[in-house]
């Protein structure tokens, strides 16, 4: 598994040193000390709002309901059918087999009213970088 792996990515350290043999790109970015780098030949972009878009409607389209911005104020189990209940503070509430609550920030303050857990969830933040190639032919194809 390991030797695959190494087939499909490559990084650098700080100083330059690949970590295999042939990367894309390389010469074109310069990294601080004690920074890292990861290049995959089978990158690309997902564009994250249409994909949550498009994940979304197939779920409407399969009978899931969906509703965005709603804030939930508790979820909970019922009998042996195990019929799950998720409430809303508009009042609202639904009923299912499968519950799915994404509620991005705010899962640690939901899992503790609902387990009494603290749960660690720390937000990671990423950069997204688009550079326009000067010429045609000056693309990087990493």
Not at 1 to 25: I, K, V, Y
Not at 106 to 125: F, I, R, Y
Not at 126 to 137: E, H, I, R
Request: charged share 25%; with cysteine.
């Amino acid at each position: 598994m390991r030797r695959r792996a190494s087939r499909w990515c490559a990084w650098r350290d700080s100083c330059g040193r690949t970590r295999r043999p042939r990367t894309p790109g390389k010469g074109v970015f310069r990294m601080p000390e004690g920074w890292m780098a990861a290049v995959s030949e089978l990158g690309g972009v997902i564009n994250a709002i249409k994909a949550v878009e498009m994940f979304q409607r197939l779920a409407v389209k399969k009978g899931a309901v969906v509703r965005d911005k709603t804030e939930v104020v508790d979820v909970t189990k019922q009998g042996d059918d195990g019929l799950i209940i998720v409430k809303a503070s508009n009042g609202e509430e639904f009923h299912g087999a499968k519950c799915v609550v994404t509620v991005g920030a705010w899962t640690s303050k939901l899992v503790k009213s609902l387990t009494g857990t603290d749960l660690p969830v720390q937000p990671l933040h990423t950069l997204l970088c688009y550079w326009k190639a000067k010429k045609p032919g000056d693309e990087l194809t990493a």
